[in-house]
């Protein structure tokens, strides 16, 4: 990711209440062959589970030939705790950002999908980011 | 080739506990690249793992930090893989609990022949703006050319990736962490001694702690070999590489040499190995290809020999190969030399040469024109002669024996033995004619044959020669009768006369 970026929506995933089982995919229009990464900022309503427990994983896949073929590119597993800053501060929205190093691809796109593993309240943005 | 970063990527997340964090190369890997991943998460978590979908485990972190300042709460680890496979890979860093600010960097380095034991990391609490001030400490490399990999990171507030330091290439920046800066810097730097360095960086907010982690990585030595080659390997010499030596080339190795490799000699090659010479290789010799190999020289290997060959394997020399050797083949072996096709062939026009207690066994075709050559007390198993009239050589000598009445006949070839058996039938048959011979009823003659291969003839012989006799003891009694009978016929006129 480059110190200074600029990050365009691509898809929007509404808060909503979700039950175990996957969602999505959810996927974009081809991003901007100057693409540096991607960002995924998560929202929760403040419901979040804490039990300490698996409540989602969250996996990306990346397409180069205009959603034709479709490979693994990066996921994450999100735990049931609270979200907070360094200092312990509790938040609602969480990044989580993926550099890119093959730039100048003309048919790149993403889609997410999440694996719900409990119920949870979870919206996301996704951008490009360039 | 020269050990460089073939392609490198990271990943972040912010404020949310995250029980794994995982990122693919963007690129399949090439084989026998050396792996670097640098990896983190909040302090919560006491250790961090690393494992690859394609090559498994990452072993144990190299260096593992934890800086506990307040401000960061922060721990890295990082780890190295050596000679990966091909192909993708997908690597996920995992802490031990689920923890926040989880990311992960993974690097590829090519033309490596891997790690070279020697790695460091430090943690610096306000380590100013001064140029290099960052560092992992010093690392000795045992060996060079390689390459140092490094990683280093504001983990505090992320207040921008530190610069490369003096004489590195700067490499990606990274690990936002939620935050709108990125706090990581990777970098990269080639030596060429085997003095003791360290991987340094400049850091953007010098009041800020910083973690750095580095690895040393040694550079590999095979490559291809294009143009006109001369290689000298000392006792120990080997050649052990998937390439291809094009053009002319002229090999020589040691004591031990050895020649291992699934690539092609092409073009003339003079290969002379020492006294334990070896050519192992799933590949191919074309053109001309001239062959030395020690004393305890050995030829294996499923390839071709094409085109003009000249082997000379020494003294325990063995030449074994499921293969072919074709067009023109001169092979030389030493004292006790073998030569074992089991399946193969040697077409074209080919020359052997054994010598002493030397053996050829071949259990293969020898095609076209081919000399053969052996000395002392060579021996030849597995080679048949057929019962032909080919004239038995020096050491291979067949008697055939016949014994007539107890006489004894021997001959040198067959047909000879078989021109005696219809000599008996013909003079069976001359004996038949003479009346005087069978005024008393006469025996054939007994016959007896020492070879199989005479017994047939010899069982034809006997029943011709049996009915001969048959005939004539039959035609001679009729006589007899005859002259019985007109000697009656006399004597019963002259007693009408009386």
């Known amino acids: 990711m480059p110190k200074q970026f600029t990050k365009t929506t691509q898809v929007t995933i509404p808060l909503r209440s979700l039950t175990p089982g996957i969602k999505g995919p959810f996927t974009s229009g081809v991003l901007p062959s100057t693409l540096s990464g991607y960002e995924i900022d998560f929202q929760n309503d403040g419901t979040w589970p804490t039990d300490g427990n698996d409540v989602c994983t969250i996996t990306v896949e990346q397409s180069n030939d205009s959603g034709q073929t479709w490979a693994f590119d990066a996921s994450v597993t999100l735990a049931g705790k609270s979200w907070t800053t360094k200092q312990g501060v509790v938040i609602n929205t969480v990044p989580w950002a993926v550099g890119i190093d093959n730039q100048g691809s003309t048919g790149r796109q993403i889609r997410v999908s999440v694996n719900v593993l409990q119920s949870c309240t979870l919206g996301a943005t996704v951008s490009s980011v360039s | ?498």
């Open chain 2, 1 to 498: 080739m020269t050990a460089s970063v073939l392609q490198e990527r990271e990943t972040s997340i912010g404020g949310s506990s995250a029980s794994s964090i995982a990122l693919a190369f963007s690129s399949s890997l090439t084989s026998g690249s050396s792996l670097h991943v640098g990896g983190a998460s909040n302090n919560g978590a006491s250790s961090l793992s690393c494992a690859g979908s394609r090559n498994g485990s990452y072993g144990t972190a190299l260096d593992n930090i934890n800086d506990t300042n307040g401000n960061a709460q922060q721990r890295a680890a990082h780890w190295k893989f050596d000679n990966s496979a091909a192909g993708s890979e997908t690597v996920t860093v995992t802490p031990n609990s689920s923890n926040a600010f989880l990311a992960i960097c993974i690097r590829e380095i090519g033309g490596t022949s891997g790690y070279d034991s020697a790695h460091n990391a430090s943690n610096q609490t306000a380590p100013g703006t001064g140029t290099d001030a960052l560092t992992s400490g010093n690392m000795t490399p045992s060996v060079q050319p390689g390459c140092v990999s490094a990683f280093s990171f504001d983990d505090w507030s992320g207040s921008g990736s530190p610069t490369a330091g003096t004489g590195f290439t700067a490499g990606l920046v990274g690990w936002a962490f939620g935050g709108g800066s990125t706090s990581l810097r990777a970098e990269f730097k080639r030596y060429t001694s085997t003095s003791a360095l360290a991987a340094t960086f400049t850091a953007i907010n010098g009041t800020e702690g910083h973690i750095t982690m580095a690895a040393l990585f040694k550079e590999a030595s095979s490559g291809a070999m294009t143009g006109s080659s001369a290689l000298v390997f000392g006792e120990t010499g080997t050649l052990a590489g998937a390439g291809a030596a094009s053009a002319t080339s002229a090999l020589t190795m040691g004591q031990t040499g050895a020649l291992k490799g699934a690539g092609a000699l092409a073009a003339s090659s003079a290969l002379q190995f020492g006294q334990i010479g070896a050519l192992a290789a799933t590949g191919a010799l074309a053109g001309t290809s001239a062959l030395l190999l020690g004393q305890a020289g050995a030829l294996a290997g499923t390839g071709v020999l094409a085109g003009t060959s000249a082997l000379l394997i020494g003294q325990t020399g063995s030449l074994a190969a499921p293969g072919a050797l074709t067009g023109t083949s001169a092979l030389s072996f030493g004292a006790s030399g073998t030569a074992d096709l089991p399946s193969g062939a040697m077409a074209g026009t080919a020359s052997l040469t054994i010598n002493a207690s030397a053996t050829l066994s071949a259990f293969g075709a020898l095609i076209g024109n081919c000399q053969i050559i052996f000395n002392a007390s060579a021996a030849v198993p597995g080679i048949q002669t057929l019962p032909s009239e080919v004239p038995a050589g020096r050491r291979i000598r067949n008697i055939y024996r016949v014994t007539i009445d107890g006489q004894v006949f021997e001959f040198g070839t067959l047909q000879q033995a078989l021109d005696l058996l219809e000599q008996a039938k013909a003079l069976a048959e001359k004996v038949a004619e003479d009346d005087a011979i069978w005024k008393t009823p006469r025996k054939p003659p007994v016959i007896t044959v020492s070879s199989r291969e005479l017994r047939k003839p010899a069982a034809q012989a006997k029943r011709e020669i049996q009915a001969t006799y048959d005939r004539a003891a039959v035609h001679a009694e009729l006589r007899m009768l005859f002259e019985l009978s007109r000697r009656q016929e006399e004597d019963d006129t002259l007693l009408l006369l009386m």
